[in-house]
């Protein structure tokens, strides 16, 4: 597995519309308890901050305004989490803490603890899409892309839509006869004019071509990807 540095892989571009420079994650409800998952379903699945431990303070957010002590927290954050104690032991943020119960460092516990959550597919630095055939394939195959805002995702679409192409030479060369955006332009069409999509017809609304509201494309998770996908693989992060 390739390695990566932790603070590179879970932060924001400089020139992202929202929180530009920021560490953040994105949260599907895998393996978390009920008391964290009630707020990830009402849409607040992204989340970002100046530090890690403000990250994982807005994730497992403290209950009912208690006030708990760091230690308390920490037991709390663990607690929080749908995983078997033996998993919870592998931790390298558990092995901190029991190394470090004297001087113990909040920011780089929660350094610790996003590397384990990342692996365990708790947090993810990209959100996930599934292209899917729905049996009226045109010759492509399901795959799956990523990205972290709209833009980002449509770019890993097109590569994606692209590189399967070139096994096909029919419709490779109707994909590389067109330019990115003009193909992309042409492949939203066809979901309205072929297939009735609900999509707006006079310009390209990137939020729902990338919805629930296109046949081909649905919601997928970091967990799914790792599991089923040849491509995209976990890496090694180093805090």
């Given at each position: 597995?390739?390695?990566?540095?932790?603070?590179?892989?879970?932060?924001?571009?400089?020139?992202?519309?929202?929180?530009?420079?920021?560490?953040?994650?994105?949260?599907?409800?895998?393996?978390?308890?009920?008391?964290?998952?009630?707020?990830?379903?009402?849409?607040?699945?992204?989340?970002?901050?100046?530090?890690?431990?403000?990250?994982?303070?807005?994730?497992?957010?403290?209950?009912?305004?208690?006030?708990?002590?760091?230690?308390?927290?920490?037991?709390?954050?663990?607690?929080?989490?749908?995983?078997?104690?033996?998993?919870?032991?592998?931790?390298?943020?558990?092995?901190?803490?029991?190394?470090?119960v004297l001087n113990c460092d909040s920011e780089k516990w929660?350094?610790?603890?996003?590397?384990?959550?990342?692996?365990?597919?708790?947090?993810?630095p990209f959100i996930y899409k599934?292209?899917?055939?729905?049996?009226?394939?045109?010759?492509?195959?399901?795959?799956?892309?990523?990205?972290?805002?709209?833009?980002?995702?449509?770019?890993?679409?097109?590569?994606?839509?692209?590189?399967?192409?070139?096994?096909?030479?029919?419709?490779?060369?109707?994909?590389?006869?067109?330019?990115?955006?003009?193909?992309?332009?042409?492949?939203?069409?066809?979901?309205?004019?072929?297939?009735?999509?609900?999509?707006?017809?006079?310009?390209?609304?990137?939020?729902?071509?990338?919805?629930?509201?296109?046949?081909?494309?649905?919601?997928?998770?970091?967990?799914?990807?790792?599991?089923?996908?040849?491509?995209?693989?976990?890496?090694?992060?180093?805090?």
């Amino acid at each position: 597995m390739q390695k990566l540095f932790l603070k590179k892989l879970f932060k924001r571009s400089d020139d992202c519309d929202v929180a530009p420079g920021k560490y953040y994650f994105y949260v599907k409800g895998h393996a978390l308890e009920s008391n964290i998952c009630g707020y990830i379903s009402d849409g607040n699945d992204f989340f970002y901050s100046d530090t890690f431990y403000g990250l994982i303070k807005k994730l497992f957010q403290n209950p009912y305004n208690l006030n708990l002590g760091t230690w308390d927290y920490f037991y709390y954050v663990y607690e929080s989490l749908k995983l078997d104690p033996k998993q919870l032991k592998k931790f390298k943020s558990t092995k901190y803490l029991f190394n470090h119960v004297l001087n113990c460092d909040s920011e780089k516990w929660a350094q610790l603890l996003t590397i384990d959550l990342y692996n365990v597919d708790v947090v993810s630095p990209f959100i996930y899409k599934k292209f899917i055939v729905n049996g009226m394939s045109f010759g492509l195959e399901d795959f799956y892309f990523r990205g972290y805002n709209n833009d980002t995702l449509l770019n890993s679409f097109y590569y994606h839509i692209k590189k399967i192409s070139y096994y096909m030479p029919g419709y490779n060369m109707a994909v590389r006869r067109k330019s990115k955006r003009d193909f992309l332009n042409h492949f939203y069409n066809i979901c309205i004019d072929i297939f009735g999509m609900n999509l707006n017809p006079t310009e390209f609304d990137k939020e729902k071509f990338l919805s629930n509201e296109n046949l081909f494309i649905k919601e997928t998770t970091q967990f799914e990807v790792f599991q089923n996908s040849r491509y995209y693989k976990r890496r090694v992060l180093i805090a």
